[in-house]
């Protein structure tokens, strides 16, 4: 056992950690939330991991993302988070895919062998086509819901999104799902009510979206933390978080 895994081992067991390095997780989505998670899986001693983001480092993004950097504004996100992750576990093979899930790519991206997927994304149509893609494969996934305007992480909490209550997004998928004829999916939310935020400034919303979130450093990084621990109790079969 690599020594960087100690730690973990003395938790999780020898079983366990045989197990994440010959695990495959994709990351969609590597914001707040999904940069935080893709290290966490590789701190944790993940051996694959799949990178997908096609948006670049922007100055906006030093306030949250783990991959943004003076150094790395205007890089791609799926490259710079890749060479994050090499950097603190050079044991992970990592795959950056510098683009956007869409329905219409959605069998290069699925192509890939997985064992688990984690949905970070914030177009609702590319993660409802993500979400019952995965489901209709028989392809373990968890979704992360709104983090925006949000001040308190004690609020999250990972279930069915049967059981989650408002959220927005939350609501709105859940409906798309139900119209779907799916009524369960495993989702990480908050009961929290939105912060309004003041006006950005200037900044343009991204594709998709009609307004700009605010956001902090504490927010959607324990959320991305909740998320990877969620998948690797699931993978190595201890018990989740309740």
């Known amino acids: 056992m690599d020594e960087a895994f100690l730690r973990t081992e003395m938790l999780l067991g020898p079983a366990a ?3 994440l390095t010959r695990s495959h997780v994709a990351v969609l989505g590597l914001g707040g939330v999904g940069s935080w998670c893709a290290e966490a899986l590789a ?5 694959t991991l799949t990178l997908a983001d096609c948006d670049e480092v922007g100055r906006s993004n030093l306030n949250r993302q783990l991959e943004a950097t003076v150094a790395t504004i205007g890089q791609p996100k799926a490259q710079a988070m890749a060479e994050r992750v090499t950097l603190v576990a050079p044991h992970c093979k990592v795959i950056p895919l510098p683009y956007r899930y869409t329905p219409e790519d959605r069998e290069v991206f699925f192509a890939g062998n997985y064992d688990y997927i984690v949905d970070a994304i ?9 979400i ?4 209709s494969r028989g392809l373990p996934i968890v979704s992360a819901l709104g983090t925006g305007n949000k001040l308190d992480p004690t609020r999250f909490q990972i279930t069915d999104i049967s059981k989650t209550q408002g959220c927005p997004l939350a609501r709105v998928i859940r409906k798309e799902l139900r119209g779907r004829g799916i009524l369960h999916h495993r989702v990480l939310w ?3 009510e939105p912060v309004k935020p003041a006006p950005s400034g200037g900044e343009a919303p991204p594709p998709g979206r009609r307004s700009i979130p605010g956001s902090v450093a504490w927010v959607p990084s324990c959320a991305g933390l909740m998320l990877a621990g969620d ?3 699931s993978l190595t079969e201890k018990e989740r978080l309740p």
């Not at 914030?122 to 993500?130: A, I, Q, T, Y």
């Not at 019952?132 to 489901?135: C, E, K, V, Y």
């Open 17 to 19: 950690m045989d197990k």
């Open 43 to 47: 701190r944790s001693g993940v051996g």
């Open 122 to 130: 914030d177009l609702v149509s590319c993660k409802l086509d993500l």
């Open 132 to 135: 019952q893609t995965a489901l």
């Open 190 to 192: 908050s009961d929290e």
């Open 231 to 233: 998948v690797v109790l």
